[in-house]
């Protein structure tokens, strides 16, 4: 009889080509997509002579680049030229290559992290590598997912295979049920609050527990996502009938006897009963509330209806140290109760939190009342935007003084020019705030789409539930 194994490592043992010292692997990726970045990776293929060894199992799509303003005129409509020539450059590899290529005007173009969940392209028990640090959310769907730099995403393009370091695995359980307003960017900051940037390097994060288990797909994919603000190497949800019914018909799932195939194997995937992980984390699901940070680190994130910790008070030199420089960067003082934050603008989208969902629980709070600060919505994929204005939302944003946006990476990291103003402090649904990530001297709250919208409805932070009743 076989020792019972988590889910990480039936994946993973599936994976090993070969093995190199004691925690060292060769292993296969299964899948793999690009962006405009990965354009140092393709330079190296190019001065080596080398090919995509697997076109079929790469894609690309332009997203970090792209322009979610004027998107009418496609690329004609981006002034920039260096921004126009990102955009170009991955349309150019990928047309070389053979890569399917989701460009700036392509009907299903979007962010990396959305557009492989919503293609069906990320599958349980897969493999799947890209060169951006929150390739975790695809780990959602029950596969490894990771992300990586530009020499292994040209290891990747050239071999399809990968040396990695065997990570340790985590089980996070959030038990309970969810009260109303709070969603998986909450349960996820928490969980990044509880234990720290760094608590889980080295570690491949399983999430489950009842709380868990009751999140849609989108959901999870948010919580996932921000598995690395933990330092996870990725994080994943076991695949249930949840992830199977979100799967079912997408353009890449398997079809037919593929399917019944696929689903016999998906579910020998989730951990046995007795697996063994080398860290347990568990956290009260029904006691959480609505969440935001207040810091400029992901960990420095505390319930709504609390206070700005004071510094003075932390054990840790380096984290009071830290808090000390983010209270100073944030503006902020220690003790005042953070319903007292005003914010000047609001921001809805990414990655994490630019999802249907995610819109659809903006719109619930914007329906009927108006913005008092300037904000965008910037759907994760062009599909989402789609199906958002056959919903009529975009007319709730648009009502409510909000810009209705094209998609892309936007207002994440700002590379696109979607910036917030130095000194401004923004609400926004995105997930890192970085001194400067949002623009130089920018201030990020990182929350939940409802938070995002509730605070630009009363132009402070505020908890989404008094809006709700
Ligand atoms: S939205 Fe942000 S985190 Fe997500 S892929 Fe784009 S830049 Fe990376």
Redesign the pocket.
Known sequence: MTAPHTMFEKIWERHVILTRGESEALIYIDRNIV?EGSFHAFGQLAREGRKVRRPRQTIATA??YVPTAGRGQGLAGVSDPEVRGMIELLEKNAAEHGLLHLGIDDPRQG???VVGPELGFTQPGLTLACG???TSTHGALGAFAFGIGASQLKQVLATQCLWQKKPRTLRATVDGTLGPGVGGKDVILAIVAEIGTAGATGHVVEYGGAAIRALSIDGRLTVCNMSIEAGARAGMVAPDDTTYAYLAGREYSPKGQDWDLALDHWRTLPSDDGARFDREVRLDGSRLAPMLTWGTSPEEAAAVDTRVPDPARMADPGKRAHAEQALSYMDLKPGMPLTEIRVDRAFIG???NGRIEDLRAAAAVLRGRKAVVAGWVSPGSTPIKRQAEAEGLDRIFRDAGLEWRGSG?SG??A?NGDSVPAGMRCAST??RNFEGRQGKGARTHLMSPAMVAAAAVTGKITDVRMLLR
């Open positions: 962006h997203d970090h962010i990396v992290h951006d640090s929150h990414t990655c994490t990476c994440c990291a590379m995105s997930n």
